[in-house]
């Protein structure tokens, strides 16, 4: 056993208590992400593929990673997310997960459910959802209205917790036309309202909203109060705020959507970058609704 020395060269005080070593984060939960959605706290989320960047995520205190399909433009060079496999969310949910473990990460991991890989029958979702949730996920997002209710009240029930994703879904850029914003005009926003509603009695613990206005995901996030909006593109009113890793770090192959922000060109590093997309998240200085709001 060693005896700790003071600078000074004398014993320390015997009677001090030992300084207490940093109090252990508790992970993230659905009942704790529904606490802070209740209590109005926003809700930091960013994309994650890899194990290092999982656990860089997590160390700066990013509350949800997402491993979003989006890695099929990110990763593996394609031009939409279409071509992504279930084996390839497979591999990548399990990457992620193991970065969150090795430094005994607490954020919350969600996985996306690819094209394909649930809009056959619930059965079918069930046993994507059941490969992801085997990988490590802690939640299973999918794309789509007011037909994904069904395979959502599905999942909940089976104890699979379940994030929606209206407005923009770019599994669907085909029939949308390009990605582009949605809910613009009242029929479309009434509509769009209508699925969220359905969404969250099915059991939707999550809604994500991309590029859709931000008058009208501020009034769902008031709205819809057993399920937390997480915006992208949406403006500041949701619950939270997710966006690709990649994008707010400032790198791309292309242009980067409008309602980016680049944090790591404000930054030092990556980490700093991170960390300073929680503060602005939390802090409400992003989005800026001046800026990147349709
Ligand atoms: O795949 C993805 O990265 C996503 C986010 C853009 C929400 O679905």
């Known amino acids: 056993?060693?005896?700790?020395?003071?600078?000074?060269?004398?014993?320390?005080?015997?009677?001090?208590?030992?300084?207490?070593?940093?109090?252990?984060?508790?992970?993230?939960?659905?009942?704790?992400?529904?606490?802070?959605?209740?209590?109005?706290?926003?809700?930091?989320?960013?994309?994650?593929?890899?194990?290092?960047?999982?656990?860089?995520?997590?160390a700066a205190g990013v509350e949800c990673l997402l491993v979003g399909d989006s890695l099929g433009m990110v990763c593996q060079g394609l031009h939409s997310t279409v071509g992504v496999t279930l084996d390839t969310m497979r591999y990548h949910t399990e990457?992620?997960?193991?970065?969150?473990?090795?430094?005994?990460?607490?954020?919350?991991?969600?996985?996306?459910?690819?094209?394909?890989?649930?809009?056959?029958s619930r059965e079918q979702a069930l046993r994507?959802?059941?490969?992801?949730?085997?990988?490590?996920?802690?939640?299973?997002?999918?794309?789509g209205g007011g037909w994904t209710a069904e395979t959502i009240r599905f999942l909940a029930e089976r104890g699979i917790p379940v994030c929606a994703h209206l407005g923009l879904t770019p599994q669907t850029v085909h029939a949308l036309g390009g990605y582009r914003v949605q809910g613009r005009s009242e029929e479309a926003a009434a509509q769009l309202r209508l699925h969220a509603l359905e969404l969250q009695d099915a059991g939707a613990?999550?809604?994500?909203l991309e590029m859709v206005p931000a008058a009208l995901a501020g009034a769902l996030t008031l709205e819809l109060s057993r399920c937390a909006t997480i915006g992208i593109g949406a403006g500041k009113?949701?619950?939270?705020?997710?966006?690709?890793?990649?994008?707010?770090?400032?790198?791309?192959?292309?242009?980067?959507?409008?309602?980016?922000?680049?944090?790591?060109?404000?930054?030092?590093?990556?980490?700093?970058?991170?960390?300073?997309?929680?503060?602005?998240?939390?802090?409400?200085?992003?989005p800026d609704d001046r800026l990147h709001a349709w």
Not at 130 to 139: F, R
Not at 205 to 208: G, Q, R, S
Request: aromatic share 6%; hydrophobic share 45%.
């Open 237 to 286: 009113a949701t619950a939270g705020q997710v966006l690709v890793l990649h994008d707010m770090l400032g790198i791309h192959l292309g242009k980067p959507p409008k309602f980016v922000r680049n944090f790591m060109a404000e930054s030092g590093g990556i980490a700093q970058a991170l960390q300073a997309y929680v503060r602005a998240v939390k802090d409400r200085s992003f």
């Open 205 to 208: 613990a999550m809604l994500v």
């Open 1 to 58: 056993m060693s005896i700790a020395i003071t600078p000074e060269g004398t014993r320390p005080d015997a009677t001090l208590p030992p300084p207490s070593p940093p109090s252990p984060r508790k992970p993230l939960s659905l009942p704790r992400l529904a606490d802070m959605h209740a209590r109005g706290e926003k809700i930091t989320m960013l994309t994650a593929y890899d194990a290092t960047f999982a656990a860089m995520a997590d």
């Open 95 to 120: 990457c992620v997960a193991r970065g969150l473990h090795r430094v005994q990460g607490t954020a919350w991991l969600i996985a996306d459910l690819p094209f394909g890989s649930y809009q056959e």
């Open 128 to 143: 994507s959802a059941t490969v992801l949730m085997q990988a490590g996920a802690h939640m299973v997002k999918l794309e």
